[in-house]
């Protein structure tokens, strides 16, 4: 009996217990509450696999005003390639054309066709008064005033010959002038630029001089548009880089002058046809600066060497100096100036024609002090100096530049 009555306590227990956790139904049975699709429930009693929205990247790819956009910017980018593809053969039509016509231009031109003379030509373009110009102004140069009057007669004859239909490219007018200072290489860069404009090869023919200082920045992002800024002044006619050597430091591989040679170097081969660049410099330095940049020697047709002026020519570019400033010195006071420069040469920082120059400058100042000392301070004639005491230039102004260099006491000359 004790046995059957624990077995009995046991079982009604254990139906208490889950009755208290079961719903209640009408009739006080546990009830079973029915799980449905809808309701998305787990056995646990939670939520699962319901789309919520927004938490997909990819999401906005699936609505449909962006697919139409896509599909429009896919079609425009079709019609724009289709576009390309007919301007590019249309262009290629033209291009058969013109080949075509000009075959036959060629083909029915008589063998006795006049050309037109050379000398016709060299006037008319203004070549020969820019060659005329050049004998003029330059003393002696001989072998560079022949070099221009070369690429000058090679303008000449390709605009004949594009004129009676021939084939014609633009030449490479690209140079490179070495020489010490002094020896002209800005005039002739200045010379050339006009006789490049006179023939159309260039818009204007200016000339635009830079130094290393105009076209390398001081900090990464600076060069590019110091160097740019310069070639775009230099379009249409000459841009010449003085001392072109400074542009490559060759113990730093991360100076900025080789970012500038790079944006020259493209311009020198795409813009050609509106640009013309002329490096200058002393020649054993520009050849070493060649050996590192070889692609920039590769570019440039024409290298022209200035020789040193020898000291007669030197008293010529004086007697040409004097011409244009209208002063008048006579052969005593041309002596006295050789004996000057022949002293000069020997020594340090010698110029060529801008130590003439500045020897030129010194000889007026002092015939002005000279003229006003006499007729201004000892009021000579009245005080009434004539034309030809303001037009002359006499020994005594060079003697004293020539008693400056030749001052026993080394640390007393002037190196003028």
Known sequence: QIMKFSIATVLLLTLSTASAFSPIG???????TPTTLNDNMNPFGTKSMEYTGGTDPNNANNKKGNLDSRLAAAD??????????EQRERAAEIKREELLAKIKFMEDMPEDKAAGSVDEFMFKEGVNDQLTKLDHDLVGLVPVKKRVKEIAALLVLDKMRRKLGFETGVPSLHMSFTG???????????RMGQILAKMGYARSGHVVIATRDDLVGQY???TAPKTKEMIKKAFGGVLLVDEA??????????????????????????????LVVAVAGYKDRMEKFFSYIPGMSSRIGNHIDFPNYSSNELVGIAEVM?????????????????QYIDERMKLPYF???????????????????????????????????????????????????LDDITAADAGQKIFS
């Open 26 to 32: 009408s009739i006080g049975a546990p009830v079973r």
């Open 245 to 274: 050597y400074y542009l490559y430091n060759a113990a730093n591989d991360r100076d900025y002058g080789q970012e500038s040679i790079e944006i020259l170097l493209n311009v020198m081969e795409n813009n050609k046809d509106d």
């Open 322 to 338: 004097a011409r244009d400033l209208e002063y008048e010195i006579n052969e005593e006071a041309y002596g006295v100036f050789q």
């Open 76 to 85: 425009t980018e079709r019609r724009k390639a289709q576009e390309a593809a």
């Open 351 to 401: 110029s060529n024609a801008r130590t003439v120059r500045n020897a030129m400058d010194r000889a007026r100042m002092n015939s002005a002090i000279r003229t006003f000392d006499r007729f201004a301070m000892q009021g000579e004639n009245g005080g009434c100096c004539t034309v030809d005491d303001l037009k002359r230039i006499g020994p005594e102004d060079f003697q004293v530049l």
């Open 220 to 222: 990464v992002g600076h």
């Open 180 to 190: 010490a200072p002094g020896t002209g290489k800005t005039t002739v860069a200045v």
